[in-house]
């Protein structure tokens, strides 16, 4: 049976990036000689991250890749749930549209999914010890993060907020999600928790950046993280 992984790349301002992110991903050999298709979706950019995807498609013409606009600036969650109508892969994974991450590990999850018949894997940041991730300004919040889904959804998972979720297309087609921003992932861990399934984890390499090199992420986002999976656990 041949597969296909569908990789969702939300870029907002990333046009010093989009391109490295890019060639990484569409250079990826995947298990199981699997297909991979890419759509980005550019949220509103201000700067020329159109062009630099652009620019990479017109080199790149053999290359499955799809980039999508919003016409202004409307959050991640937005950009995934947009890019989710266009998905044509049985298993999808997020990919931001910076360098923090390595793409050679979400291809090592694809194939540990393919061949556990996984419905869901996240990568960890933090499942083993990495100086650098842990060293990172958000660790804390991060740890936070998880005990808080631990404990409100049975889960035993030590990273939640992690970029790399690789799940079974037609699971995540069928979550309601209603996610603009960074809530897209308490939202989908509440909502694949509350249907049962249990979250496995593998490893991942992670190289934050700071703010003066374009992270987005913030304080308050970790706050309406915790709020959203109270939400979800004691609400709709």
């Given at each position: 049976m041949s597969h296909k992984l569908s990789v969702i790349m939300p870029a907002y301002n990333e046009g010093s990036h989009i391109q490295i992110i890019m060639d990484k991903v569409c250079g990826l050999h995947l298990a199981h000689d699997a297909q991979l298709e890419l759509i980005v979706v550019n949220d509103g950019s201000r700067d020329d991250t159109h062009d630099q995807a652009q620019?990479?498609?017109?080199a790149h013409p053999e290359a499955d890749i799809r980039l999508i606009d919003h016409a202004h600036n409307r959050g991640k969650g937005a950009g995934i749930r947009t890019a989710l109508q266009y998905v044509t892969g049985d298993y999808v994974v997020i990919q931001?549209?910076?360098d923090e991450l390595d793409p050679r590990d979400f291809?090592?999850?694809f194939a540990k999914m393919v061949d556990e018949n996984l419905?869901?894997?996240y990568g960890s940041r933090f499942l083993e010890a990495d100086a650098e991730a842990q060293g990172s300004t958000f660790y804390f919040g991060n740890k936070v993060l998880a005990w808080v889904a631990n404990l409100l959804y049975g889960l035993h998972i030590?990273?939640?907020?992690?970029?790399?979720?690789?799940f079974r297309t037609e699971i995540l087609k069928s979550i309601p999600l209603k996610c603009e921003g960074f809530e897209f992932c308490p939202e989908v861990t509440a909502?694949?928790?509350r249907r049962g399934y249990r979250i496995p984890e593998v490893p991942i390499h992670y190289r934050p950046r700071s703010f003066e090199q374009g992270k987005?992420?913030?304080a308050k986002d970790g706050l309406q993280a915790i709020l959203t999976l109270l939400r979800y656990r004691f609400g709709d």
């Open positions: 620019a990479f498609m017109d931001d549209g910076d291809a090592a999850m419905p869901v894997l030590t990273d939640e907020a992690t970029c790399y979720k690789m909502k694949i928790a987005k992420i913030r």
